[in-house]
């Protein structure tokens, strides 16, 4: 599974960014797809993931502000962030499960700065 994501950049705070991420190919179902995020001397965490059936888990700092969505027939993952803080600035990474193996995209850059 090949995942491309997009949509990262400068935001101030308060601001709104959506991530895309599409996975290339053809597949029955990919069965969780979702975003992980690693800031600078830190570990790498869960942001939001979410099931074929629509099922979705947030870290609890951005529970309230990010909505994660996916189109199954198009194999894409969104994730929208609202009210964005400083503390959400990191490198965002798509995941993709599927057959039991994780996937990961490339990786793009949300900072968060007045």
């Known amino acids: 599974v090949q995942l491309q994501a997009s949509g990262g950049g400068l935001v101030q705070p308060g601001g709104s960014l959506r991530l895309s991420c599409a996975a290339s190919?053809?597949?029955?179902?990919?069965?969780?797809m979702g975003w992980y995020r690693q800031a600078p001397g830190n570990q790498r965490e869960l942001v939001a993931a979410?099931?074929?059936?629509?099922?979705?888990n947030f870290a609890d700092s951005v529970k309230g502000r990010f909505t994660i969505s996916r189109d199954n027939a198009k194999n894409t993952v969104y994730l929208q962030m609202n009210s964005l803080k400083p503390e959400d600035t990191a490198v965002y990474y798509c995941?993709?499960?599927?057959?039991?193996?994780?996937?990961w995209g490339q990786g793009t850059q949300v900072t968060v700065s007045s």
């Open positions: 190919g053809s597949y029955s179902s990919i069965n969780v």
């Open positions: 995941l993709a499960l599927y057959e039991n193996r994780y996937y």
């Open positions: 979410i099931t074929t059936g629509g099922n979705t």
